[in-house]
């Protein structure tokens, strides 16, 4: 049985994945609108347990294609670390087609163009990476730990080794103040990344964080359902995404949208303005979560 320590996050599109933690916690662990690991320090989970748990997955289901790697953000093992999981994962599964990870930019920019490639040729297939917002302002307000232009960065090098990048960005997260800041220069920052997948969550406050806490003091102003619709209008608007998949399937969105950008944007624009417009329904509060 592979076995679990604390809360276990995986994107969505890792739901028939095998999740396995090669770390626990976040090596960063200072965003303050990310409760995920405040109960969780950051650890480098021992090999031995590793490939104990990739052991015991083979003894049920040795046909596993896709593994994705947790927690926060591995990427930040040395290089040899992370060679010894995917050649355990490769030699144990023999159909395995890609792993997944999450990373920071300042992780992936750590690592050389050949260090990148050489994951690449053991199926490290997609990077998961937290943009959050494409405005330097509000990252330096959230603690994020890294620029735009880092992420900008990261996300080329890793395509430039063909792994795909999976683009994260967080709605309202400038709050009231910064909305329109925080939607054009996300979209402007998205531009220059072209990523594979450019994906959206709404901003959920979670209690223990510090903006849950400025929140609280009403120094940050929380949008409204139909506030972060027109937010995220507003990016897609300013978007020009050659083949990148843009989706808002994650749990905290109001309404869910999928499209290519290149082909869909009037669709996916008809879509958030009949959300806009209250002319669809939008996802009731109690069922949003994280
Ligand atoms: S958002 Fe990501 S980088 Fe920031 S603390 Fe949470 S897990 Fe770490």
Redesign the pocket.
Known sequence: MVRYYGTVIRPPSEANSLILQVTYG??????T??G??LDKPFRVRPLEEVFEDIDSVKRYANDVTRVFLC???GMVLPQSHLLSVLDKLNSTFPNLQRVGI?A?AKDILRKSLDDLTELRSRKLGIIYI?L?SGSDLILRKVK??ASVEQQIEAVRKAQQADIKASVIAILGLGGRTLSEEHAVKTAYALNQMQPRFASFLTLMLVEGTELAEEYLRGEFELLQPVEFLKELRTIVENLELERTVFRTNHASNFLALEGVLSKDKEKILRELNRGINGEVPLRPDFFRAL
């Not at 976040?26 to 965003?31: D, G």
Request: glycine letters at 16%; hydrophobic letters at 5%.
């Open positions: 976040c090596s960063h662990n200072k965003c609108f990310c995920t690991y927690d926060g953000n999450y920071n937290g959050e994020k730990g």
